[in-house]
């Protein structure tokens, strides 16, 4: 059973930096396309980020690009996002999936519970 768990979320006021972890349990995270989305009170689901399996290939929302990385640690099992220039708009909560390919959807139920980035001042 996929299971992936995020943290690293928190408070941080804006032009600030978070970096996101994602660590897979019972099974080979490096199998997968792993990639972040992030929920906001009253707005869509949004796609943020998704490195393939083999950290080849990643891709960016463009409310994203140039301030946000997403690299992999496949020997550690742990996906990562760097956060730099944080801003209110990123608020959210952020959830990693794992994938077939970044070019298809999430596997459902992929996701863990999410972790909560707040900037405010």
């Known amino acids: 059973q996929l299971q992936l768990v995020e943290s690293g979320g928190g408070l941080v006021q804006p032009g600030g930096s978070l970096r996101l972890s994602c660590v897979a349990s019972?099974?080979?995270?490096?199998?997968?396309?792993i990639g972040w989305f992030r929920q906001a009170p009253g707005k869509e689901r949004e796609g943020v980020s998704c490195?393939?399996?083999?950290?080849?290939?990643?891709n960016y929302a463009d409310s994203v690009k140039g301030r946000f990385t997403i690299s992999r640690d496949n020997a550690k099992n742990t996906v990562s996002l760097q956060m730099n220039s944080l801003q209110p708009d990123d608020t959210a909560v952020y959830y990693c999936?794992?994938?077939?390919?970044?070019?298809?959807?999430?596997?459902?139920?992929?996701w863990g519970k999410g972790t909560q980035v707040t900037v405010a001042s």
């Open positions: 999936y794992a994938a077939a390919d970044c070019n298809w959807g999430p596997i459902p139920g992929s």
């Open positions: 490195i393939s399996s083999s950290g080849g290939n990643t």
């Open positions: 019972g099974f080979t995270l490096g199998l997968h396309a």
